[in-house]
């Protein structure tokens, strides 16, 4: 059964509803908070930075979780995550008690795996190479429980999907929404559940122009494997859309927007500068993407607050001048 | 009729659940975060860093104003500020279209100046002890209006307390609320919602060990004045507790907390770093508090986010070592 088959058949068994239930303990309501800018149009920031360990992953990883019973668990979860989503498995395992083993690539932010560390989690670390192997084909090789994957799991998208919930509730007047693509799996959590509950709100998925396969794949047709360059945005942009997650993201997202690596630092910059929050390259990427999109009512989803401080400090110290 | 007497009238009067209505088109109800330490009492954030403008002040001003009609406000207003207020007043009068005359001291924040000035603002600005004066006598001298006096100030002390309540509302079962103590109005607000409501929380004020005149005046038994070190933490500490203002502080607050200068940049890292918050001074002095205070659920209120930024990343930079 395809990915987006399991999907559909879940939402149908009242799997919306149930992820809603599954995470509460788990995972905030975040606020929807007006931003404050300069002229554009009306932007609402969903702020996911908010988030226990700061992004939208502990959602997916509580509801994950909560669709396998304890027998299932009985020998351990494993996955493979670059940081975001193994730090919100961590947590969610190490409350119910069960061992995670997080298999990382070695260009992982090194906070985010002592995070999962000091949440008892066991942390592999492996050449890139190896890690998208294992991303791809669910084997880590290690024996080490019940596999799960970051992105194209149902638990994961109907975790996602929670947002869409929230802001359909708090702003049903919203037209737009613009989120930030890496996996795929946000933006179909939350466009699954604005198009379940009727919500006609422009989907818009962004992309940083260093490493933008969405974009790509919707010029072809199909996925096709693309030119990535590294920069800070490293919570999206990978090298291809994955097989599995094309059929939901054709069919569910309305627009692609690719942002500049200087419009992304500008977008990181107003979140601190007018909103106060820290976030990281692919919220800021959201954020830039919304004041330039088309629409009135725009929601920008922040996805992730998990920035390195001195990456932040240069750019917030980019705009300061000097006083006279 | 002494300040307290006026507050308690206009309680009586149903004036904290007019200020509920009155600010509801102006500040944001404020998520009330749950804060992931390190052991230490079980800690929520009441986040006042996320109000338009960065501050609970918009609360406080946009209820003032809402006090008055359109006729009372026809030669404009005026304030004495050294920032979150004049911008929260700037805010709230822009909206309604009434001038105003912000009068400020001459160490305000530049950026804090000029977002006034942006909002249409009149800003005067005054060498410290002539700001002092007209904080005192609410005479600036210049004809510009209905002058609203920041703290001493029914509405400012009602629009306050809507954060009380809304404490109580998202939580009951806080045992401890921890608030910055500047001028006073933000505690006794908050503490006269809470009793208001029935509610049992201790009232925790909490001061920057460089200025801390309302320890003083618990010691002294009465407002005396202190010896004041200028600090990072700009939003409070005075040289003297406000005379109109003892009553209502000496009756509503439970304890009070010095916290040192290292404490509160250590508060101001842990709410960057733990919950991706940017806060200012004060609001790192409450964070900081409420991890060393007795309680067992407790509530630190952050009180704004308007922190300069080489402030903010010389105090990330402190903790950043290099990787080896």
Known sequence: MTLKSQVEQQIAAGGLEAAREAIRDYAIRTPLLPFVGDGGPVIRLKAECLQPYGSFKVRAASNVLAGYSAEALRHGVACASAGNFGQGLAFAAARRGIPLAVHAPDNAAQVKLDVMRSLGATVHVHPFEDWWRIMMTRQTGAGDGLFVHPVCEPGVILGNSTIGFEIAEDWPEADTVVVPVGGGGLISG?????????????????????AAPLAAAFTAGYPVTIERQASFVDGIGSTRV????????????DEVITVSIAEAKRGVRLAAENSHLIVEGAAGVSLSAALGCRGERVVAVLSGGNIDRRELCRILGDEVRPRP
Chains 1, 2 share one sequence.
């Open 242 to 253: 994955l097989d599995e997650m094309w059929p939901l993201l054709s069919e569910l997202v």
């Open 190 to 210: 939350i466009a699954l559940a604005m198009r379940g509950l009727g919500h006609k709100a422009r989907i818009v998925a962004c992309e940083i122009e260093t």
